[in-house]
């Protein structure tokens, strides 16, 4: 185990409307990211039940990623905000629980903005790998 | 004498409220009493474990079991009443889900051990102080104690659960409907929760007084204001848990105002109450602003305690814990 390198699982939930189409452009333009990632679409960010997220890390996420649309342009008019206060709160509950509040990100990406995604997505697998994998009692 | 269905009740890690509940059918309990055989209640009457030893596997019509499953000697016995049993029924919250004891999984055994024993602010240091041990010798002999496990579970997490009654504790309306049901034979499905399955909101004499769209711009504690009875408590910007908490309990919180806690447990829909309650929460704060956020969630300074008071067992995420919590 200590010879491979960790290949961190990321979950990134990501809105039909912004993200999805901007992760969408940057795999057309052969732009090159992390395959760490693993997107799940929804049909807008406020649809990310929090439940997702901890079945995420529960069945062995080490970061899970919220996506949506810049404040005031939800498609919904704002779902985007609900994100947001759900992604805050979560945030706060997490360390309770022991784990690296780190591991949730909510990063605002629009449709036009697939270098945006690429650089993300690169960049939350390299600091998940830093952080390291969430395992059973990693912290004993 | 023969012909009674046997019932047995049994307690795991509870604080006693459970029994209290059996207690409060007060009349009824005499009917129950009258077409029942209880053949095992530690905390009420003198039969030993050994005599359910005794008994032949499924012998006993319907268990009751409160509390959550902490110790080994409960694990045990749970199996046992499984196995003498044919419905196991988990009784209240700490059964039902894990409860408040649950609780407890933000830290492990090591952690409570040391807190309790050793490095606790009323634990007087210096001392050769002794942490629990399973066995122990003495001049007189061995000494067991029960294995302390390093997490909570709630029943079904140990042995198959029939039917859950929840609740903190049931209420007396439940219970006598659940012991009705079951010695009528009018079960639903197995599995399911003996209580409403629609949210507590439905059934709050306070429904109507809840303004269309519900915006909190301010959260208050219960201690800090004085609560109008007469209006939705969300509404006065205290945090009820009731959207998102099974009814059925003739919302007796509400009427001795105070906010929901969520003893019921979630939805059939719901699995994961905590983070439901959490998304309910944030729906409805008006805010949109990040700071503006911070500063109304201030009044939420323990997520866990509020939103998963009753059912953290069933998170197994605790179990991957990377921060040392505590003391």
């Known amino acids: 185990m200590k010879l491979e390198v960790f290949e961190p699982r990321i979950v990134a939930f990501v809105c039909n409307w912004c993200t999805y189409i901007a992760a969408d452009a940057a795999g057309v333009a052969r732009a090159r990211y992390a395959s760490n990632v693993r997107l799940i679409r929804t049909m807008c960010s406020g649809r990310i039940d929090p439940q997702f997220i901890m079945s995420a890390f529960e069945k062995g996420a080490d970061g899970v990623l919220m996506c949506g649309c810049h404040p005031g342009d939800c498609h919904y008019r704002e779902g985007n905000y609900k994100a947001l206060r759900r992604y805050i709160l979560l945030k706060r509950l997490l360390p309770q629980l022991g784990i690296n509040e780190d591991r949730l990100r909510l990063e605002w990406i629009s449709a036009s903005e697939p270098e945006k995604f690429r650089r993300v997505a690169d960049d939350i697998t390299e600091q998940i790998r830093q952080i390291g994998p969430l395992i059973e009692n990693g912290g004993e | ?327």
């Open chain 2, 1 to 327: 004498m023969a012909d009674k269905p046997k019932v047995a009740f049994y307690w795991c890690a509870s604080c006693g409220g459970c029994e209290e509940a059996v207690v409060d059918l007060a009349e009824e309990i005499l009917d129950v009493v009258e077409a029942v055989d209880i053949v095992f209640w530690p905390v009420a009457l003198d039969f030993k474990v050994e005599d359910v030893e005794a008994m032949e596997d499924g012998s006993i019509a319907v268990s009751f079991i409160n509390g959550a499953v902490r110790l080994s000697e409960q694990e045990e016995m749970a199996h046992l009443l499984r196995q003498k049993s044919q419905l196991v029924i988990a009784f209240g919250s700490c059964s039902h889900l894990g409860g408040v004891p649950g609780l407890a999984n933000l830290w492990d055994k090591a952690s409570i051990f040391d807190y309790y024993y050793v490095s606790g602010p009323t634990v007087e240091h210096g001392e050769n102080i002794e942490v629990p041990e399973v066995k122990i010798e003495v001049p007189e002999g061995t000494l067991e104690l029960p294995e302390f496990w390093d997490e909570v579970k709630s029943l079904d997490q140990v042995v198959k659960v029939d039917y859950y009654l929840p609740g903190c504790p049931p209420t007396v309306k439940i219970v006598s409907n659940a012991i009705k049901a079951i010695l009528s034979g009018d079960l639903p499905p197995p599995g399911s929760v003996l209580a409403g399955t629609r949210a507590l909101c439905y059934e709050c004499p306070l429904n109507d007084s809840k303004p269309e769209k519900l915006l909190v711009k301010e959260i208050k504690r219960v201690h800090e204001v004085e609560i109008d009875p007469e209006t939705c408590l969300l509404a006065q910007g205290l945090l009820c848990l009731g959207p998102v908490t099974r009814g059925g309990c003739e919302s007796l919180c509400i009427e001795g105002h105070m906010p929901c806690t969520g003893c019921f447990g979630p939805l059939d829909e719901v699995l994961d109450q905590g983070a439901k309650g959490l998304s309910f929460l944030s729906s409805i704060i008006d805010a949109d602003e990040e700071e503006e956020i911070l500063q109304i969630l201030d009044k939420v300074p323990d997520p866990v305690g509020v939103f998963y008071r009753y059912s953290l067992p069933r998170l197994s995420l605790t179990s991957k814990k990377e921060v040392k919590l505590g003391g």
